[in-house]
């Protein structure tokens, strides 16, 4: 439309740990305003957030640490748009099932979560694949052990 103006909504990634800076990148590739979250503080400058893959009883280890916990559960549950990847959808779950001592969720959704269900950090692994339907070279996959969701 000729002379309107339109903003790039401001994301944010939750930045205490994991691949956060990969988040931010492919976010403003795809126009966003993306910024780190680092502080309960930057939660009112923001239009939504991504909580990031990493490790998840580290993240809710530093976000506890930061003082970041308690307002980002509040933000969430006073409608602020949020993404959970991996680490990020353990840590928005109602119940982590194997969860380190001690390690908190932030309740956002209605699901339990086994974090390891398929192994070990150390189950992952790459492989080149033969895929006769897209032709050659072969197609280089990337095989991650990942959580479990169950909708309660």
Known sequence: MAGSTTTAP???VLALQ???REHLAVLRGFGADAVPLRRASELAEIDGLVIPGGESSVMDKLARTFGVRDPLREAIAGGLPVYGTCAGLIMLSS?????IEGQESLGAIDIDVRRNAFGSQTDSFEVDLDVPAIGDPPLHAVFIRADRKSVV
Not at 95 to 99: E, F, H, K, M, N
Request: without cysteine; proline residues 0%; glycine residues 28%.
């Open 10 to 12: 401001r994301i944010g």
């Open 18 to 20: 994991g691949d956060f």
């Open 95 to 99: 119940s982590i099932l194997d969860g």
